[in-house]
């Protein structure tokens, strides 16, 4: 199996046993909560409100945390305009 794509063996043994990393389940769980969140709100909540609503939950997040996978996700208030 090794041989056809021309890589190491122990590389092709190494990423059979690869799992998720902490973070990186931990930001998809709240990522989740994040669009749970803004669709909650009708989507009129902004990064601002969606951390004040994960600290309330429990969560120990910064306001940069919550900004980047909003933006991955594109996930944005509505603007009205007067």
Do not use: W
Request: hydrophobic share 25%; proline share 7%.
């Amino acid at each position: 199996m090794c041989e056809v794509p021309a890589i190491p063996r122990s590389t092709y043994y190494k990423s059979l046993d690869k799992t998720i990393s902490n973070p990186k389940y931990e930001n998809e769980i709240l990522t989740q909560r994040m669009i749970e969140i803004h669709k909650g709100s009708k989507t009129r909540y902004g990064a601002p409100k969606i951390h004040r609503q994960l600290k309330k939950d429990g969560y120990t997040v910064s306001i940069k945390r919550v900004r980047r996978p909003m933006r991955k996700e594109g996930i944005h208030p509505i603007h009205h305009v007067f």
